[in-house]
């Protein structure tokens, strides 16, 4: 298998590689790589044929998703590429709605993703973290709203409880509107809890697993 | 398991490396733990006996569970863009995924260690073996 043996993301018409490129590591100052090395790696994911890049609002402070825009732009890859990004972690001490899983904190972060993106959609939308208080609906009909705005093109869930992913794929599923295609998690031979509850939900939804 | 840690000792300091759980980290030193320790073991042995790098073989292993799409890679360096690319070809034969299946087994809790082929035929079906959708 290569890179270009692409698969759906989930039950959708969304298509990526069988690996993902992580951009946590962007300008990280002590873990990750400085501009020169996040560049190289970026081409050299690219050239072997990748599309599926992920980043978020909070890696590197934001970072993350300028450098990863400014190489997007550079070599004029957007339509190509499957950028993934993620709202959830608080961006302003003192102010709630800075962060968590709202219909404000939501347009607020996604506004913040677009400009150092250098782009007008995100084509999948991650909520990074469940709040533990946001309806299952309220997140629902906001990023629906956001794929509708095209804004968006598809949604799905991150460290969250498996309950909460199927409440939101079962009230999507009824009411005929679009819903999660699929669970970022932590996944490996050191944390296979995720196979309890998580996995098995997933499959039952038609939602795929990028951990 | 990209080969940044080896084991330490027990209190402050558990291991040592050059890696994101070396400093702060949201994990703190909740990775390294003795049935991690033994995972790793057991993963360092399969990647002997066939090459590859031991985060090759991880991520060959993760690949090949069903209901997964597409693992995120993290690299700071591009032979670890390369290294993890080449997991792609990597195909483990059953028993070094049945190896590294029991070596990561996370330990039984309520209820899940009841729904179990076995426990079902003696427990549920009345003795009869049920094949069920999918």
């Known amino acids: ?211 | 398991m990209a080969g940044k840690y080896e084991r330490g000792g027990p209190a402050a300091q558990p291991a040592s490396g050059e890696g994101r759980l070396s400093g702060a980290n949201p994990f703190g030193t909740t990775k390294f733990t003795d049935q991690n320790w033994r995972i790793l073991e057991a993963l360092r042995g399969v990647a002997g006996q066939l090459g590859p790098p031991p985060a090759q073989v991880a991520l060959a292993w993760a690949l090949a569970q069903q209901g997964i799409t597409a693992p995120i890679i993290g690299a700071s360096r591009v032979a670890q863009v390369q290294d993890n690319i080449a997991a792609l070809g990597l195909s483990l034969s059953p028993a070094h995924l049945q190896e590294l299946a029991q070596a990561s087994a996370p330990a039984p809790t309520f209820p899940y260690a009841i729904f179990t082929p076995e426990l079902n035929r003696a427990a549920v079906f009345g003795g009869t073996s049920v094949q069920g959708w999918q």
């Open chain 1, 1 to 211: 298998m290569t890179l270009t043996d692409f698969r759906t993301l989930g039950r959708s018409g969304l298509v990526v590689s069988p690996l993902a490129l992580g951009t946590m590591t962007f300008g990280t100052a002590r873990w990750g790589s400085d501009d020169e090395v996040s560049q190289a790696v970026f081409t050299a994911y690219v050239e072997a044929g990748g599309n599926f890049i992920d980043t978020a609002d909070v890696y590197s402070g934001g970072r993350s998703e300028e450098m990863l825009g400014g190489y997007v732009a550079a070599r004029k890859l957007r339509d190509q590429l499957v950028l993934a990004t993620k709202f959830g972690f608080g961006a302003q001490p003192g102010n709630p709605n800075a962060g968590g899983n709202g219909r404000k904190q939501i347009y607020r972060a996604l506004e913040g993703s677009l400009r150092r993106l250098k782009t007008d959609y995100v084509d999948m939308y991650w909520l990074h973290v469940w709040d533990t208080v946001t309806p299952a609906a309220e997140v629902l009909q906001t990023l629906g709203d956001l794929v509708r705005a095209g804004k968006i093109r598809y949604f799905g869930l991150s460290d969250m409880p498996a309950w909460y992913a199927t409440q939101l794929a079962t009230l999507a599923q009824a009411h005929g509107v679009p819903g999660p295609i699929a669970m970022q998690l932590e996944y490996s031979l050191v944390e296979r809890t995720t196979e309890r509850e998580h996995v098995p939900a997933a499959r039952a939804l038609g939602l795929g697993v990028v951990p």
